[in-house]
């Protein structure tokens, strides 16, 4: 059941990119991207500047992380050189809004494949599996889900970490919900709450920052199932298949493995392989 969604799925991007490819013409230019002061030669990509490894925004203003790296990568394709991209943070809550004002033409900011999230936007990729873990501090002994029932726990609102806390991991924990994880962290550190949950992939970049070094661990329980996918407006099926494209030349020529080396290599992040386009893992 599982293998012929995903079949199916991979069938129907593979008819899209052949239209797509047919029809030919280029749109990628217009409407969303733009500066908005009429130059039209931006592209207005959503990312986190708060989660190093993956979006951050760095002291001196530029940009780092595996999400920046596989958007400029997807940009490049698209026909944007690296000056003339438009970064814009879009915080876990606010990315379907994003998309749908028109604020930015992509996100690419740790942004989970959802079937309700795919009610609103719609997504290329999966370009990334990811796994929600818990970090705590330690010498904390809290080991797994269960152990969070009545435990501060804090999470981002918006994202599917709370959201999967509330309905299976612990009901019973008292759950924080911040609007970024870097404030989760803070609060990790000064001992107003007793873990973090997210995406393994975010706690990892954030234990092997120099200022944590030694003082958080990682549970390493995979919670969830995390694909990441890079979000684009509902309907621009165009734009999603020449994502698609792009993210397949990525993992091709080796510009993917790269990324990953560059950007959870100091953290000691284990990944998994690149996914299949179209193929989620529930
Ligand atoms: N990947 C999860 C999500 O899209 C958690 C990380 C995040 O909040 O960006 O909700």
């Given at each position: 059941m599982k293998l012929r969604k995903a079949t199916a799925v991979a069938a129907t991007a593979l008819v899209l990119s052949v239209t797509a490819t047919a029809c030919g013409g280029d749109d990628s230019k217009s409407s969303a991207s733009?500066?908005?002061?009429?130059?039209?030669?931006k592209i207005k990509i959503g990312i986190k500047?708060?989660?190093?490894?993956?979006g951050l925004k760095e002291p001196d203003g530029s940009f780092s992380g595996f999400d920046v790296d596989v958007a400029t990568y997807v940009a490049k394709e698209l026909?944007?050189?690296?000056?003339?991209i438009e970064w814009v943070e879009t915080k876990s809550a606010d990315r379907e809004n994003a998309l749908s004002r028109g604020d930015v033409k992509i996100i690419a900011a740790t942004y989970s494949i959802t079937d309700e999230r795919k009610a609103k936007v719609d997504f290329a990729g999966p370009y990334l599996l990811a796994h929600q873990d818990l970090l705590v501090k330690s010498?904390?002994?809290?080991?797994?889900?269960?152990?969070?029932?009545g435990k501060k726990l804090c999470s981002v609102t918006g994202s599917t970490s709370a959201q999967n806390v509330h309905d299976?991991?612990?009901?019973k924990a008292q759950l924080r919900e911040y609007s970024g994880y870097s404030e989760c962290i803070a609060g990790l550190q000064s001992g107003a709450v007793d873990a973090v949950t997210t995406d393994d992939s975010i706690l990892a970049g954030f234990a092997a920052q120099d200022k944590y070094k030694g003082q958080f661990k990682l549970a390493?329980?995979?919670?969830s199932n995390e694909n990441y996918g890079i979000g684009v407006k509902k309907g621009d099926t165009k734009t999603v298949n020449k994502i698609n494209t792009a993210l397949e030349k990525m993992v091709s020529d080796g510009s993917w493995e790269k990324a990953v080396e560059k950007n959870f290599g100091p953290a000691d992040y284990k990944n998994e392989p690149a996914p299949k386009i179209g193929n989620i893992v529930k």
């Open positions: 733009g500066s908005g002061s009429g130059g039209g030669d500047y708060d989660q190093p490894g993956l026909g944007y050189d690296a000056d003339q010498d904390s002994d809290i080991s797994k889900g269960t152990d969070l029932n299976t991991i612990a009901p390493g329980l995979k919670l």
